[in-house]
């Protein structure tokens, strides 16, 4: 079966300490692996996405993500995190192969920086 | 300009009642979706329209149905509310790439009463 999961569901760090989000997924084939934020109020916006080549991909707002195919992981990582990245994260996988872009999500983590 | 848009952002209605929920994206592609958002956050696919073409229709009641009545306008309209169907329902569209990332609209935010 098709899915991705988060494993933590609410993360609750200080400013300026580091951030790692894990994330897991079960999917028969090449995949394309995503992360999008929800800032509080608004849609989802894409951090950083992986297709192909280098497994270390960074994103936008010094965030970045590993994807290690052995363990069908994909964590996002920033080393310093600041109060504005208080939002919801989600991990989402697709097939690379009959794309039809159907995005499969994880459950979400929220992040609260305290400032 | 907005890129994908969605109307109305709130909508409060009683149990029963019939409703709409409209979406255009300015982007020029082909592929839209609706994601539904649940009280816990978890996003599901509902439906995918490609150039007015019904590709994805996921396990969703009938009192469901999208309707593209051409490649930048996905709406959604909706039977005979239920409770359950309380929700964030969010359009979505694709990029024409094996890799397309999906832009997302700002949500419209259903509550059934």
């Known amino acids: 079966a098709q899915s991705v999961s988060q494993h933590n569901h609410h993360v609750i760090l200080s400013e300026a300490a580091s951030l790692e989000l894990g994330c897991n997924y079960s999917?028969?084939?090449?995949?394309?692996l995503f992360w999008y934020v929800q800032y509080p109020g608004q849609h989802l916006q894409l951090l950083l996405k992986?297709?192909?080549?280098?497994?270390l991909v960074k994103g936008i707002k010094g965030f970045e993500a590993e994807f290690i195919k052995s363990k069908f992981s994909f964590n996002l990582r920033k080393p310093s995190v600041q109060w504005s990245d208080t939002a919801e994260y989600f991990c989402?996988?697709?097939?690379?192969?009959?794309?039809?872009?159907?995005?499969?999500f994880g459950q979400g983590t929220t992040l609260q920086v305290k400032p | 300009d907005t890129a994908v848009s969605q109307t109305p952002k709130y909508l409060v209605t009683q149990m029963g009642n019939d409703k709409s929920i409209k979406c255009e994206q300015n982007?020029?592609?082909?592929?839209m979706y609706w994601y539904k958002q649940d009280s816990k956050k978890f996003l599901k696919i509902m439906f995918s329209?490609?150039?007015?073409?019904?590709?994805i229709n996921e396990t969703v009641p009938n009192r469901f149905s999208p309707k593209s009545p051409d490649k930048a306008h996905l709406n959604l309209h909706i039977n005979s509310l239920e409770l359950g169907d309380s929700a964030v329902y969010f359009c979505?569209?694709?990029?024409?790439?094996?890799?397309?990332?999906?832009?997302f609209g700002e949500g419209s935010r259903l509550t059934v009463l």
């Open positions: 992986y297709f192909s080549g280098d497994p």
């Open positions: 989402a996988v697709n097939g690379r192969s009959g794309n039809t872009g159907k995005l499969i």
């Open positions: 329209y490609n150039n007015k073409e019904l590709i």
């Open positions: 982007l020029g592609h082909d592929t």
């Open positions: 979505a569209s694709r990029e024409e790439s094996v890799t397309g990332e999906l832009f």
């Open positions: 999917y028969g084939g090449t995949v394309n």
